[in-house]
């Protein structure tokens, strides 16, 4: 067989396994051990718990739309006597991250979260905090229940418009008198209109970025308040001297009191001035939206200030003489450089959510900052990489026998922004790269080469001529060996209608291998903690019916029956298609170890095989056991030969 024709057939038979495991996994979810099949003597245990986790998930929604899209904030980034923002604005103590803000380096950086990041945080927030609701299992244990947990709880998340899907996968043995259950599967559908009120966000900062829209209004209230002085010439022979912290202070009164003046086009508002009006591109009278002038951090130059004092110029005083006698004239001219936080709230009547975002105006020399283009990230490539002005000096070394090594790509990052700064050669010995980096405080030098893990190092380069050695540790090939237990403990290989996919992850060292056993049969890994998901498959037949299933839900009243607390059921029905399969999970295990690889050929893992599943309710069994093989007395940890 030709070597293409082999490859066609590897790569069909990866869609085929693809795609196996997501009709496995959907109809894992879709058809799980769920409410609807408890026994009504045990319901209410199921939907007590059930109203718990909607608690849970409404809660974490509020906290992600009060942060603008986060419930976990990045890590911080203080500003400077500079840029004195940080990435992220403190308001009635809470920190709520900048979608747009100038970084104590005079960088501009957007970090607007996508549907994916928010859909994280909720997973994550869920997941750390499903043991609250253990309360409900306490509190049915003492009326008679026996509930055993059989796993560990995990999450999924999908923003909608209109609500969040959330669906909770926590595996729970029931038991009253003679009566038992188990669930392990909770959909709840969270009435709360992220996705509107996300995607109106966005657009209000997108055209806030095109248009500049705060930015040329500030610039206006410069000019027209008298209060502000500006650039002008007045008929005066003798100039008005100003105090520069009573400018600053008229000035954050101007800013308080125009800026909540602020409307958005097409949303829910009394008429404003059309001077106020700004069209964002949004046809949604359910959406109020409100800006709100943030006083601290607060900057502030004025050009032409000396001892806190701004004064204008007498042009009598240089003028010819022959002009002195009749004419006074005076000139002011002072540029102003200012940036304040704009706190922008986007409120939902319908579903009763508030998403609220902040970001930084910024006018330079009475000048508006640039416009960025629209997007979720801003890679500030084209200013940060164009500047190198730092020359410093790259070593790099292999780990095992610090012998230099070449052809190693240098990478540099600063802040979000990732430079390309060169590959290292030999040069007198030494595997060398001289070269101007951008200077930045705490960036990270990034070095890259095949065959080697990717070796990342904090490195500042505001100061000149360093030097600079890497030490990049080379990735040990191990041969991959699975064996097969049964439930008596005997061992076997794999057979020759039977497929396993393995997935090595070492999060330190960023390290993902994903095997299509036994086609492929080796693995590159240094030493360190792995985690590891096995599943296996075996050829054979399944045929899943057409199903329609109706699910209910507890949700808050409308009107006034909400606010105490009174709840109401509302229904929906799901129709899923017939599915046939010809692959089929009977086993596997996920598992963490230490593997220690040096000097080592050959890695030996261990997986428990399940009976060959004759029915959905045998899937959804084997799906839940491979999280819980670990703690089988069958299970053998790996062997490193």
């Not at 670990?630 to 490193?640: G, Q, V």
């Amino acid at each position: 067989m030709k070597k293409a024709q082999v490859t066609i057939f590897i790569v069909v038979a990866v869609v085929i396994i693809a795609s196996v495991l997501l009709a496995f996994t959907l109809r894992r979810e879709l058809f799980p051990a769920t409410i609807e099949k408890v026994p009504e003597k045990l319901r209410p245990f199921a939907e007590g718990y059930s109203l718990c986790l909607q608690s849970l998930g409404q809660e974490a929604i509020q906290i992600l739309g009060a942060r603008g899209g986060y419930i976990f904030l990045p890590e911080r980034e203080d500003g400077s006597s500079f840029m004195p923002f940080g990435n992220s604005l403190e308001f009635l103590g809470d920190e709520i991250p900048y979608w747009f803000y100038i970084s104590g380096n005079g960088l501009e950086q957007q970090r607007i979260p996508s549907i994916s990041d928010m859909e994280g945080h909720l997973k994550r927030y869920v997941e750390e905090n499903i043991d609250r609701c253990d309360s409900v299992i306490t509190e049915f244990t003492l009326e008679g229940f026996e509930i055993e947990k059989r796993g560990q709880a995990s999450a999924r998340v999908k923003i909608k418009e209109e609500d969040v899907s959330l669906r909770v996968f926590m595996p729970l043995n029931i038991r009253l008198q003679d009566t038992r259950a188990r669930v392990d599967v909770y959909d709840l559908n969270l009435e709360k209109a992220l996705g509107r009120s996300y995607e109106a966000a966005k657009k209000i900062m997108n055209a806030e970025n095109e248009q500049l829209f705060l930015e040329e209004r500030t610039i206006d209230a410069i000019f027209l308040y008298e209060e502000l002085p500006s650039t002008k010439t007045t008929l005066e022979c003798n100039p008005k001297s100003y105090n520069f912290l009573s400018v600053e202070g008229s000035f954050k009164n101007v800013l308080a009191n125009n800026i909540p003046f602020t409307k958005i086009k097409g949303t829910n508002y009394v008429k404003a001035n059309p001077y106020y009006e700004i069209d964002a591109g949004i046809s949604d009278q359910r959406l109020g939206v409100n800006f709100l002038f943030i006083e601290k951090p607060f900057k502030l130059e004025i050009n032409g200030e000396e001892d806190g004092l701004l004064r204008g110029e007498s042009i009598s005083q240089v003028s010819p003489p022959f002009l002195r006698s009749f004419l006074c004239l005076s000139s002011y001219s002072f540029a102003y450089t200012v940036a304040y936080p704009v706190l922008v709230s986007v409120y939902d009547a319908k579903s009763d959510l508030n998403f609220q975002f902040p970001f930084v105006v910024f006018i330079n020399k009475n000048n508006p900052r640039e416009a960025v283009e629209v997007g979720t990230a801003v890679k500030q490539e084209s200013k940060v990489c164009k500047f190198k002005l730092a020359e410093e000096t790259v070593l790099t070394f292999s780990a095992d026998d610090a012998k230099p090594l070449d052809d190693v790509t240098i990478n540099y990052k600063c802040i979000n922004t990732v430079c390309h700064i060169g590959v290292t050669s030999l040069e007198d010995g030494q595997a060398v790269l001289r070269e101007n980096f951008p200077q930045c405080v705490n960036g990270f030098i990034i070095a890259e080469k095949e065959g080697y893990v990717r070796t990342k190092e904090q490195f500042s380069t505001n100061i000149d001529n360093q030097v600079i050695n890497l030490l990049l540790e080379p990735l040990n090939e191990l041969d991959v060996e699975l064996i097969l237990i049964d439930n008596l403990g005997g061992e076997r290989s794999l057979r020759r209608d039977e497929t396993a996919i393995i997935t090595l992850l070492e999060e330190e060292q960023e390290i993902a291998e994903t095997l299509l056993y036994p086609e492929n049969r080796k693995v590159s890994l240094v030493t360190g903690f792995y985690d590891v998901r096995i599943q296996v498959f075996k050829e054979g037949s399944l045929s899943l019916e057409e199903q329609s299933v109706e699910k209910c839900f507890k949700v808050p009243a409308g009107g006034l029956g909400g606010l105490i607390g009174l709840k109401e059921e509302k229904c929906q029905t799901f129709e899923f298609p017939a599915v046939e399969v010809d692959q089929l999970l009977f086993g596997g295990t996920r598992f963490g170890f230490f593997a220690e690889v040096e000097g080592k050929n050959k890695l030996v893992l261990y997986t428990i095989e399940n009976p060959v599943p004759e029915g959905v309710d045998d899937l959804n069994a084997i799906f839940a056991d491979i999280a819980l093989n670990k703690n089988s007395p069958l299970f053998k940890e790996p062997e490193i030969i």
